[in-house]
């Protein structure tokens, strides 16, 4: 049985999986397949998919990280992470984790450890179940119950991606981090414009803040800003691989971003939040 195995729970029933001639199988007799390429699939039937990434949004991720301009991003991520989780046994999940990229670094910088990929595009598991031999992949949605047993994660990362509060604290182990990374106003401003990117909520820090501050307590924040230089084929790539790709078409974003020309200058900027379970309202209740 492989590690990730033991660490997921049934998403009906909420009942431990067990490894079974190919298929991950509850007490309650809930079966789901593992798919030959290494990922499972936990969503409940009839659950919409409409928003998960297509695989040419996928395509287009793995060429630009192939490119190499996000690698001091991975490799700063990685770092607060392992730190956050020095001290705080358990997996590392990554909910919303497209192609596994960031978990793998962070596995890289945490030996031992188990890591989770989360994510709702089934094109995006595919690959995420080979960015690491100590990883898994999942096939599920971030904003409903997450199919994962109480109490496993010394982390859960959230690198642009949807933050469920309350559920990353039922997975947390005690002590364990919600690492968060979003974009500043100046993350790509050069170039969203141009292409016709969705821009950068300026509300994002505040809504963060809001959404997270019933559960959570942020115990860190790091900025990183760095510049990268782009080809056209970059700009495309970075365009067309996140949400921007639902409003865009490739033939508009590549003649704005032949425009611009090779050799384009883009600002990546970002903060890494560490926020730990707020437990003040616990030693309240006590007293």
Known sequence: MARWHALLACPH????LAEKRGSLVCAAGHSFDIARQGYVNLLPGGAEV??????????????????GHYRSLVERVAAVAADAVSDVPGCIIDAGAGTGEYLAAVLE??????GLALDLSKHAARHAARAHPDAGAV???????????DGVAAAVMCVFAPRNAAET??????????????????????????????????????????????DFVRRRLEPLEYSATLSVDDMVSLAMMGPSAW????????????????GTDVSVSVEIGVWRVDRSSDVSDAL
């Open 13 to 16: 029933c909420g009942s431990d």
């Open 50 to 67: 409409g928003t998960a990434d297509t695989r040419e949004m996928v395509g287009s991720r793995r060429a630009f990280f192939a490119s």
């Open 109 to 114: 910088a945490t030996p031992g450890r188990v």
């Open 139 to 149: 096939v599920c949605d971030v904003w409903g119950r997450l199919p994962v047993r």
């Open 169 to 214: 604290a039922r997975v947390l182990a005690p002590g364990g981090a919600l690492v968060v990374v979003t974009p500043t106003s100046r993350h790509l401003s050069e170039i969203i414009g141009p292409l016709g990117m969705l821009t950068v909520d300026p509300d994002k820090g505040a809504r963060l803040e809001r959404t997270l501050g019933a």
């Open 247 to 262: 409003h865009a078409t490739p033939d508009r974003v590549r003649a704005e971003a032949e425009r611009l020309g090779d």
